[in-house]
């Protein structure tokens, strides 16, 4: 079958800096997507990866390593306005998006 | 840019009525669309995937005659919650993307604002 991994929730420090992890096994891959959805709110678009390395964006960064199934999402200089669920999606060999289930991210000042 | 939106944000009706929620591309031509649900602190749930011109394909377990979608243009695509029951309350969020099938970051999906339903 086809799976998405992320942590569930996690805390960071205003002001200092996160990793969320995302590991998959898909059939296929065809990219790998990062959304922010704050609370009540639908998502929106982060990065996009297909090639192995590093996407940098501002204080987003997103890897990918395609021979680990993993990526992960590095958020710098945090602010509370990180505070928000993140969202790893892999596309398949048939275009299909599969979805994570999301990682709470909750900022303390 | 990539901009969608929904229409209504907010809805609420009465059991057994029928609803229907509209969500346009309005910078850029979607040739797929896409709905889904979700219910509170729970993960997106795609309910049907719509092309422009043909009928949605539909996930397991999503009633189609429930859940009536249209896509009769490139910008607009419609779903129709009928005879609604308090249990169909949901975040209904479309979105849309710009090619099908040919990979690249044009798979990207961006989303519309979402539809808040309250069927009492």
């Known amino acids: 079958g086809q799976n998405i991994d992320q942590p569930t929730e996690m805390t960071a420090t205003e002001g200092a800096i996160v990793q969320i992890n995302c590991t998959y096994q898909?059939?296929?891959?065809?990219?790998l997507f990062w959304y922010q959805q704050h609370a009540g709110e639908a998502p929106t678009f982060l990065s996009y990866n297909v090639l192995d390395g590093l996407e940098e964006k501002g204080r987003f960064s997103s890897f990918l390593s395609r021979s680990k199934g993993y990526s992960y999402l590095l958020l710098k200089e945090l602010q509370m306005k990180d505070s928000a669920s993140y969202l790893c999606a892999v596309m398949d060999s048939n275009y299909q998006l599969i979805w994570g289930a999301g990682t709470k991210l909750i900022i303390k000042p | 840019g990539a901009v969608v939106s929904q229409h209504p944000s907010w809805v609420i009706c009465k059991s057994g009525t029928s609803v229907k929620i509209e969500c346009r591309s309005l910078d850029f031509q979607a040739t797929t669309m896409f709905w889904y649900r979700q219910f509170p602190k729970q993960s997106l749930m795609l309910m049907a995937t719509?092309?422009?011109?043909?009928?949605?394909?539909?996930e397991q377990g999503v009633e189609k005659d429930k859940f009536l979608i249209n896509h009769a243009s490139l910008t607009l695509s419609t779903l129709t919650v009928t005879s609604a029951h308090p249990e169909d309350s949901s975040f209904y969020i479309c979105s849309a993307k710009k090619t099908s099938g040919r990979g690249g970051p044009q798979e990207t999906q961006y989303f519309g604002p979402g539809t808040r339903l309250l069927v009492l």
């Open positions: 898909t059939s296929g891959f065809n990219g």
């Open positions: 719509s092309n422009e011109g043909s009928k949605a394909t539909y």
